[in-house]
């Protein structure tokens, strides 16, 4: 049998995960073809849950069809949409279809979406949603009844190395290890010095760190980011580089600045592995990790 | 404490006045005319804007506190002119409109919107502190109320949508996870920020909420 995410991420090899962002719509052959595309060159696949509260094909349903076509997949749940009893029973449907991994978030705010009227729910956070988890585990559900039959995932959460200021942003990220995280996906790192101080926070939990990447693909996609999503700080030579590139080019310049990160990242041994978003643009992601120098395969070595 | 309100569009209390011809108006005289949405100017303005509308306005008053019971009397002070309108437009928050439909047997309307429960910080500037939920944690979070100042209501620290102190909602608004972490470190308590915090009862009084006070500790 295949080796589990979570044995993958306990094996010591750098790991690499990715992932994919369903359609708004029954059409779901770009997604499809991306999980096949990527199924068996990654750990596992991430699958986006509304992801900017813009309302898409499931994260559950995305996972599904991961499943089916032998992938393992990551269910990420953010608590915007469900109350507990919808979140538990989301998991105990993931559970009986062979899902394994869940990544817990607090989930965007509802008016930064494409429904901006609608109720944000947040009944339970992040935190809570970890440790609903590890109740579930134990056999019993969020109101201290019995399961008649219990869940088992891997769970992670996310962090924000880059966010000002950081204090606030740790000490939740401990609160999240105490609650039961076993990895961690980082919102997009661009400053490796930065993120190489994080770590030496970060090593101190028993905790796998996988940073996350995310393709530029022109000048304006950098200097969006930069204005308009927390957390995210592209350097300006960075911005510089792609803005010279010549027509067309940048995202090929895009390409080369997030393989040649990986490569840093795993021949300085910075952290346990990376987690790659190419946001719309799957497709690129094997160029990436050719870029990078990993092999594709599923446990990197 | 002040009820904040927000006068409807006028078009909203055009078309909820549209079967009436002959309109009473009543104001407020405390939290309404503090928000200058409901006090004798905004009445006086009110009035003029119906009569240009082709309506009767038959009379009308600003209670000095609308959602107490000495409305009652200081609606029978003007009987006559009440017997005379179809309708009551009430310029005062939820709590005005409705002693003023207790007291009287006629269609009653209100023409603001009550947002929140909240304090001014300067001339104009009104801020909700509280959702009443029943379960207050100020003493643990220096003050700033959690489920308030925080868009999503978080009890357990930040979203990663802090930007620099500001909430990923809106550039202008502080992120309240920032604030009670820098008030909180100032007072040298960043221990309760570890602090873990359950889910919450969303049920502490079952909804409509009702309680009865009686003395004890
Ligand atoms: S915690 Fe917040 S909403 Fe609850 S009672 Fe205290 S101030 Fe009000
Ligand atoms: S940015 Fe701060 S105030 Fe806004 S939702 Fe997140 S934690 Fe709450």
Redesign the interface.
């Given at each position: 049998m295949a080796p589990s995410f979570r044995e993958i991420l306990n094996s010591g090899n750098f790991v690499v995960t990715s992932e994919i962002g369903p359609p708004k719509g029954t059409n779901i052959e770009k997604m499809l073809h991306h999980i096949d595309l990527l199924k068996d060159k990654v750990a596992a696949l991430n699958v986006t849950d509304h992801q900017s509260s813009v309302m898409r094909f499931p994260s559950l349903g995305g996972c599904l069809a991961i499943k089916e076509r032998g992938g393992d997949p990551i269910l990420q749940m953010t608590c915007?949409d469900r109350n507990?009893l919808a979140l538990q029973a989301e998991l105990l449907i993931a559970y009986t279809r062979g899902i394994r991994n869940v990544l817990c978030?607090?989930?965007?705010?509802v008016?930064?979406g494409d429904h901006k009227e609608a109720k944000?729910v947040?009944?339970?956070?992040?935190?809570?949603l970890l440790?609903a988890i590890r109740q579930m585990e134990s056999g019993k559900d969020?109101g201290g009844n019995d399961l008649d039959g219990a869940v088992e995932f891997c769970a992670g959460a996310?962090?924000?190395p880059e966010?000002?200021?950081i204090?606030?942003?740790l000490?939740?990220f401990?609160?999240k290890v105490?609650?039961g995280a076993e990895f961690f996906q980082t919102?997009a790192v661009y400053d490796l010095d930065n993120f190489a101080e994080f770590m030496q926070y970060a090593r101190k939990f028993p905790v796998k760190i996988l940073a996350g990447i995310v393709l530029l693909v022109s000048a304006r996609m950098a200097r969006y980011m930069n204005e308009n999503v927390?957390?995210i700080f592209v350097p300006q030579y960075l911005i510089d580089e792609l803005a010279s590139a010549p027509k067309g080019e940048a995202v090929n310049r895009g390409i080369e600045i997030a393989g040649q990160m990986i490569a840093t990242l795993k021949k300085e041994s910075l952290c346990d592995g990376v987690h790659i978003m190419a946001i719309g643009r799957e497709e690129l992601v094997p160029e990436i990790m050719e870029v990078a120098g990993l092999s594709s395969s599923k446990s990197q070595t | 404490m002040k009820s904040i309100t927000k006068q409807k569009p006028f078009d909203e209390i055009k078309e909820q006045l549209d079967r009436f011809d002959r309109v009473y108006i009543t104001g407020c005289g405390t939290c309404a005319t503090m928000t200058r949405t409901g006090g004798r100017e905004e009445v006086m303005d009110m009035k003029g804007r119906l009569e240009e509308l082709g309506k009767l306005v038959t009379g009308s008053t600003v209670i000095p506190t609308a959602c107490d019971e000495m409305t009652e009397v200081a609606i029978s002070e003007d009987k006559g002119a009440i017997q005379n309108a179809n309708c009551i437009l009430v310029m005062a928050c939820v709590l005005g409109v409705h002693r003023v439909s207790l007291y009287i047997d006629k269609p009653v309307i209100p023409a603001l919107d009550t947002l929140f429960i909240g304090v001014e910080d300067s001339p104009g500037d009104f801020r909700e502190v509280c959702a009443q939920c029943g379960q207050c944690v100020l003493g643990e979070t220096a003050g700033i109320c959690p489920l308030t100042a925080c868009?999503?209501?978080?009890?357990?620290?930040?979203?990663?949508?802090?930007?620099?102190?500001k909430?990923?909602?809106d550039r202008e608004k502080d992120c309240a996870?920032?604030l009670i972490?820098q008030r909180l470190?100032a007072q040298g308590r960043?221990d309760l920020?570890?602090k873990?915090?359950?889910?919450?009862n969303?049920n502490v009084t079952l909804s409509p909420r009702m309680i009865k006070i009686t003395s004890q500790a």
């Open positions: 915007r507990r978030l607090t989930g965007d705010a008016p930064v944000g947040f009944d339970l956070d992040s935190v809570q440790r969020l996310i962090v924000t966010a000002r200021p204090e606030p942003q000490i939740k401990e609160k105490e609650s919102q927390p957390g | 868009h999503k209501g978080l009890l357990n620290g930040p979203c990663g949508g802090t930007n620099n102190g909430c990923e909602v996870w920032t972490y470190e960043l920020m570890r873990y915090h359950a889910p919450r969303s």
